[in-house]
Nanobody, 117 residues
């Protein structure tokens, strides 16, 4: 069973930075995509940033502020978040997708990011 463990969340002031980590229990290249989702209170979960192969994608609201990266030796995907805003407050989830005739999604338990003064 694939395990994804997030870390790095916390409380930060507006304009601050955080780096989230997602450690996978197997090689990150076993997955067709890996990325970060977030869910704010009362809102649907949304895709924030993703690796698909060697390409990356971001939701418009974080472009220029967030950056997704990976370390294959550590089987870890990161999300560097800069210039944080109160509206970035959410639980952030790591996702890994495997395509084997059908899509199989794996999720971490999430890490809370709170942006507040």
């Amino acid at each position: 069973q694939v395990q994804l463990v997030e870390s790095g969340g916390g409380l930060v002031q507006p304009g601050g930075s955080l780096r989230l980590s997602c450690a996978a229990s197997e090689s990150i290249f076993e997955f067709s995509s890996m990325g970060w989702y977030r869910q704010a209170p009362g809102k649907q979960r949304e895709l924030v940033a993703v690796f698909v192969g060697d390409s990356t994608g971001y939701v418009d609201s974080v472009k220029g502020r967030f950056a997704i990266s990976r370390d294959s030796a550590e089987n870890t995907v990161y999300l560097q978040m800069n210039s944080l805003k109160p509206e970035d407050t959410a639980v952030y989830y790591c996702n890994a997708r495997r395509e084997l005739g059908q899509s199989l999604d794996y999720w971490g338990k999430g890490t809370l990011v709170t942006v507040s003064s």
